[in-house]
């Protein structure tokens, strides 16, 4: 692996090989961005593992940005889910979560359960509800609403 350009390395061996270099500093903390993603389940649970033997070991504090809820439950002591925020009312706080991976499994707020159980649900119809209004705007207007009279054309 040494004499590998980073061409020739799999999705998990750069990941590794980015943990190992962050470590070799000898961080006090680590930002992980989406650290799992494109990898198989078998080699995010190696990933997974990795960034809890840096926490335990050698006392690195962990940041993990990520969709993986499975990774999430692993490797973190508290979750902290953010909703977009022009997904919501003015005023209305971002954090919409905040707790541990058990807090979590047992959270009845409706946008909660719908992101880590995967579920469409609502998001879906929004999104057949602007593809609406999208395409209704669009719909050139009919001769008896156009603005124009017959003077003027």
């Given at each position: 692996?040494a004499?590998?350009?980073?061409?020739?390395?799999?999705g998990?061996?750069?990941?590794?090989?980015?943990?190992?270099r962050?470590?070799?500093?000898?961080?006090?903390?680590?930002?992980?961005?989406?650290?799992?993603?494109?990898?198989d389940p078998?080699?995010?649970?190696v990933?997974n593992e990795?960034?809890?033997r840096?926490?335990?070991?050698?006392?690195?504090?962990?940041?993990?940005?990520?969709?993986d809820?499975h990774?999430?439950?692993?490797v973190?002591?508290?979750?902290l889910?953010?909703?977009p925020?022009?997904?919501?009312?003015p005023?209305?706080?971002?954090?919409?979560?905040q707790?541990?991976p058990?807090?979590?499994?047992?959270?009845?707020?409706?946008?909660i359960?719908?992101?880590i159980?995967g579920q469409a649900?609502?998001?879906?119809?929004?999104l057949?509800d602007?593809q609406?209004r999208d395409q209704?705007q669009?719909i050139p207007?009919?001769p008896?609403?156009?603005?124009?009279?017959?003077?003027?054309?």
């Amino acid at each position: 692996v040494a004499t590998m350009k980073p061409m020739q390395l799999s999705g998990g061996m750069r990941k590794r090989a980015g943990l190992a270099r962050a470590l070799a500093l000898d961080p006090h903390l680590i930002l992980y961005d989406e650290p799992t993603t494109g990898l198989d389940p078998i080699m995010s649970d190696v990933i997974n593992e990795l960034i809890l033997r840096a926490r335990s070991r050698d006392g690195v504090t962990s940041v993990v940005v990520t969709h993986d809820m499975h990774t999430a439950r692993k490797v973190a002591d508290v979750i902290l889910m953010l909703y977009p925020l022009s997904r919501l009312p003015p005023g209305e706080p971002q954090v919409i979560f905040q707790g541990t991976p058990h807090e979590l499994d047992h959270c009845s707020d409706p946008r909660i359960r719908q992101f880590i159980e995967g579920q469409a649900g609502t998001r879906l119809s929004e999104l057949k509800d602007e593809q609406a209004r999208d395409q209704a705007q669009s719909i050139p207007p009919t001769p008896e609403h156009s603005q124009h009279t017959e003077d003027e054309t």
